[in-house]
């Protein structure tokens, strides 16, 4: 099921506003109150995805008629309910429901159906190549492995590119432990694209991703004018770089270069851009964890355990970034789609089981419904 | 790596290992990106969109069409013989190709993970400091010449060519720009940073090449510098090789095999070759963390030890002047610290610096069963024979199993009573699944002796007795014929070690085609079959010498030529 799990309470809580879950499309007004926020809805997206689907019984809302307005929360009132955490927000919050992700199916397109025609089998991990894309797989091997990627641009990034492209960072591509091997099931760990098979990276480390939006923390007014002025140098010379050698190269070498030359630009336009977000507190590190060194960062933000505490402080982020106005753009992905995770923070949680979340998905494991209610609160 | 978890095949045709999937089309011949059963890695299709066009189009000549970019560990090695400075930022990850990682298309991600390591490599002002060509007094004098001296020498050994009159320009604008309002070590950093972000720096091109139109090229001189020094070294030429180049005594085989000769007995081949048996044995992910058992005992530090210990142990053997390959396998060295002791079965190891010791070896040799390999091809808390058997028909015997179809039912667990194995077994048992599974489950079976992280046991992971006495089935000759040595009942893994190191018409002929597509980074074809073959012979001769083997890799047609675009 494509449904964002977007409103997490503590984003709420962060904002210290009441209530914003509406979970596909979302105007975050209420995130500009300390702006002079203009009469109209700001307009924002924030996709987030969380991996396994979910049990269908316990998303479901068994409303129809005059019910289907569910913004008192009795609908939501069944502590079974995946939505259930939410029930306090309910008179902000859409559920888009009998959604068919038909991508998602185990086998979505026939030789006599599709446009290569060929079949595309494989497992349902390939509708991450789908869900924003709206597009079949293309490329690979039409196996389990190497399924192809997405054959289009995204939604998000036709927002980025079409509507918001003036912003320091017309989109923010997030995640929590997005599995980094792309030799296996590549398709899986990626929701973003920039064009047919061009998918876009997730950044999973808070430390870095805090970095990027609002600068190493410390540094003098001369150290930031150095680094505006390297930047600028350096990636305008290096784009030049690119032009002089294109003359030199064939046609695929041109193109593939030229598609490096582009990021190389909008890089440099992206850093010249300055955007002042006042004093945003970093990410508190764990003790023992050394915040300078990049690859002791990565590490712990890849590990397991620390799963729950990545994604807190990538909430933290996205809502600093997206009330600052560096963004209005964010996909948000909670690992990716086959991810074999266990929970055990999760109050409740049968620790004793062997299963991960994905072997879960598949045994209807009663687990699931705390997990989706973690993921939903 | 291919993690196969829970899924078998019911591929109904069997299981050959030599055809792809029916339908396939990964481009305009399929060669170089690889079907399903021939391109243990994925295929180079996936690879960030390069698509179906890097393949070879005929012959055995390497197409390094479109151009390569850097693979990250020829980045970080060549950023280190550069400027002396060790890149730590994370790197946007590699897309892969014939199973070995490559730089394929860039993308905004790309792009910023450079940015970030330029920062950081310009950062060393230390290190910087000591490459410029000038006193203090000169570069007070005169900092402009000072900045051109710098620009001269380093410019064409990050660039592996010399410089044309724009791109020096262009170094030498970035400089006044930065050093107008900054100074003299801000515009050198602002020329490190360029250097670092130029296509000249982060692909591998071969301009001189390239220039001389569609078809077959010799190559030669600076073009053939970097193919020695980025297959032998995974990094960039020496200036010892820059000067060949430019003399123009890179040409002849008898010269680049001398060059070759020379670079083999230098330190940095080992970081080079480790680079291409780190992929081949797929220990380059090795869990983080593990659960249950060794939740807490497992942690980054002791995957961290796991990892030298492995790169020791593999150092130890295949670098020895003779029977590398064999050592390999069958060796009964490891070298461990006192936290990976009790996982090798060894006492009285103290101290967190490994040692080398002797493991018993009733219970493991070599490196298959090496805590890498166990803890990677597993679950968080378990065995897993069906990855592990998967691993070594694709990785040590060469006899890819095609992925796991679709529709395949998830692994309902191991029911009471039941042992791992037998859970399996019953699981597979369909006739659809037993055309590859009657080649997986018999060797992974043999792995049930080791646990999550790899330590010998004898009761399963439900605690029943470990039952390791296969047949294994299906194995052939690397001249295609069905009467490999390796089939047969066995009843260990040390058992199924021996019998590879024995077998050399497979697992030295598997070795040597790893390293073939590692160097071509393309699945070879018929035409490469005959060097791979030659290549093969030349390693058993020289008693399984590794550096004979490269040696006479660097004499190759695909080595020694390129095919430019149509």
């Not at chain 1, 049990?55 to 307005?69: N, T």
């Not at chain 2, 890097?54 to 693979?71: A, I, Y």
């Not at chain 2, 999550?452 to 052939?476: E, K």
């Not at chain 2, 290549?535 to 040696?551: E, H, M, N, R, V």
Request: glycine residues 10%.
């Amino acid at each position: 099921m494509p449904i964002s799990n977007f409103n997490r309470r503590r984003f709420l809580q962060g904002l210290g506003i009441s209530a914003a879950t509406i979970p596909f499309v979302i105007g975050l007004d209420s995130l500009y109150a300390k702006a002079d926020a203009p009469p109209d809805m700001k307009k924002r997206f924030l996709f987030m995805y969380t991996p396994n689907g979910g049990l269908y019984s316990h998303f479901r809302l068994r409303v129809h008629g005059p019910a289907m307005d569910i913004s008192d929360g009795t609908a939501l009132a069944d502590p079974n309910l995946v939505y259930h955490p939410l029930q306090a927000n309910a008179a902000n919050l859409m559920v888009l429901d009998r959604l068919s992700w038909v991508s998602a199916r185990q086998e979505y397109q026939t030789a006599a159906t599709a446009p290569d025609k060929t079949n595309h089998p494989g497992g349902h991990q390939k509708g991450m190549g789908s869900l924003l894309t709206g597009t079949t797989l293309q490329g690979g091997t039409n196996d389990f492995g190497n399924a192809g990627l997405g054959s289009g641009i995204s939604v998000d990034q036709v927002l980025a590119t079409k509507v918001f492209s003036s912003k320091k960072f017309p989109s923010l591509e997030v995640g929590v432990q997005v599995d980094e091997n792309l030799t296996d099931r590549y398709v899986d760990k990626r929701v973003s694209y920039d064009a047919p098979i061009k998918p876009r990276a997730p950044n999973c480390d808070p430390f870095a991703l805090f970095a990027s939006l609002f600068g190493t923390p410390g540094g003098t007014n001369n150290d930031k004018a150095l680094r505006t002025l390297l930047d600028g140098s350096v990636l305008d010379n290096a784009y030049k770089d690119f032009a002089r050698l294109q003359p030199k190269l064939s046609g695929a070498d041109q193109k593939l270069l030229q598609q490096h030359a582009d990021s190389v630009r909008r890089l440099e336009n992206q850093l010249s851009t300055v955007v002042d977000c006042g004093t945003v507190m970093p990410p508190t590190a764990q003790a023992g964890l050394d915040t300078s060194n990049a690859t002791a960062t990565h590490k712990w933000a890849m590990t397991p355990a620390n799963f729950p505490l990545v994604g807190a402080m990538m909430t933290d982020i996205i809502v600093e970034a997206m009330a600052c106005g560096l963004t209005n753009v964010v996909t948000f992905m909670w690992a990716n789609s086959e991810a074999n995770l266990g929970y055990p923070w999760i109050p409740g949680f049968d620790t004793t089981s062997t299963r991960g979340h994905h072997d879960m998905s598949h045994a209807r494991d009663p687990n699931l419904v705390l997990i989706d209610q973690w993921y939903a609160s | 790596m291919k993690s196969r978890y829970l899924w078998i095949s019911v591929f109904a045709l069997g299981c050959t290992g030599t055809i792809g999937w029916p339908g396939g089309s990964d481009g305009p011949n399929g060669a170089g990106s690889g079907s399903g059963a021939n391109n243990p890695g994925g295929g180079s299709t996936t690879g960030n969109g390069g698509g179906g066009s890097n393949g070879p189009v005929t012959g055995s000549e390497v197409m390094v069409e479109p151009s390569w970019r850097l693979t990250n560990a020829e980045y970080v090695n060549s950023v280190k013989d550069l400027l002396g400075v060790e890149i730590t930022s994370p790197l946007d990850p590699d897309a892969s190709a014939a199973g070995f990682s490559a730089g394929l298309v860039a993308g905004d991600s790309t792009v910023a993970a450079y940015h970030t390591a330029a920062m950081q490599a310009s950062a060393q002002t230390a290190a910087l400091t000591k490459l410029v060509p000038c006193d203090q007094a000169a570069i007070t004098a005169t900092p402009a010449d000072c900045a051109g001296k710098f620009i001269d020498a380093i410019g064409p050994k990050a660039f592996r060519r010399p410089l044309d009159a724009g791109t020096r320009a262009g170094l030498l604008d970035t400089y006044t720009k930065v050093s107008t309002k900054f100074g003299f070590n801000a515009g050198i950093q602002g020329v490190v940073e360029h250097l670092l972000q130029s296509p000249y720096f982060l692909y591998h091109l071969e301009l001189e090449e390239q220039a001389k139109g569609p078809g077959k090229v010799a190559v030669s001189g600076y073009s053939m510098a970097s193919r020695l020094s980025y297959l032998i070294w995974a990094s960039m030429p020496d200036d010892q090789l820059l000067q060949k180049a430019a003399a123009g005594t890179l040409s002849t085989t008898d010269q680049i095999q001398a060059e070759a000769a020379r670079m083999l007995v230098d330190p940095r081949a080992k970081v080079g070759l480790r680079n291409f048996y780190e992929q081949w044995l797929r220990v380059t992910d090795i869990p983080l963390a593990k659960t249950g058992k060794y939740a807490t005992s497992y942690d980054n530090q002791m995957q961290a030890d796991i990892k030298a210990s492995f790169d020791a142990q593999v150092d130890a053997a295949l670098w020895s002047p003779t029977n590398g390959l064999t050592t390999l396998l069958t060796g009964t060295q490891a070298f461990v610290n006192a936290s990976l002791a009790p996982i090798f079965g060894v006492t009285g190891v103290t101290g967190t610096a490994l040692q080398p010791v002797t493991v018993n070896a009733q219970q493991r040799v070599g490196i298959l069963a090496h805590p890498a390999i166990m803890a990677t091809f597993a679950t968080a808390n378990g065995s897993h024979p069906i990855r592990r058997g998967v691993f070594v028909w694709d990785q040590i015997v060469c006899q890819a199993l095609p992925d796991p179809p679709a529709n395949v039912p998830a692994f309902p667990g191991v029911p009471a009573n039941s042992s791992v194995r037998q859970a399996f077994e019953t699981f597979t048992s369909p006739n659809t699944c037993q055309g590859c599974h009657r080649r997986i489950n018999p060797v992974g079976f043999l792995f049930e002796n080791y646990d999550t992280v790899g330590a010998y046991r004898t009761t399963d992971d439900v605690n029943q007795p470990v039952n390791s006495s296969v047949t294994i089935v299906d194995a052939l000759t690397s001249s295609g014929d069905p009467d490999a040595q390796i089939n047969g009942p066995a009843n260990s893994a040390v058992e199924l070690a021996n019998r590879l190191a024995a077998d050399t018409s497979i697992s030295n002929h598997c070795m040597v085609t790893q390293l073939y597509r590692y160097a071509t980074r393309r699945i070879e074809n018929d035409a490469d079959g005959v060097t791979i073959d030659k290549l093969a012979g030349t390693y058993a001769q020289a008693s399984q010498d590794l550096t004979k083997l490269i040696g006479g890799l660097t004499q190759t047609p695909a080595f020694l030529n390129r095919l430019n675009e149509q």
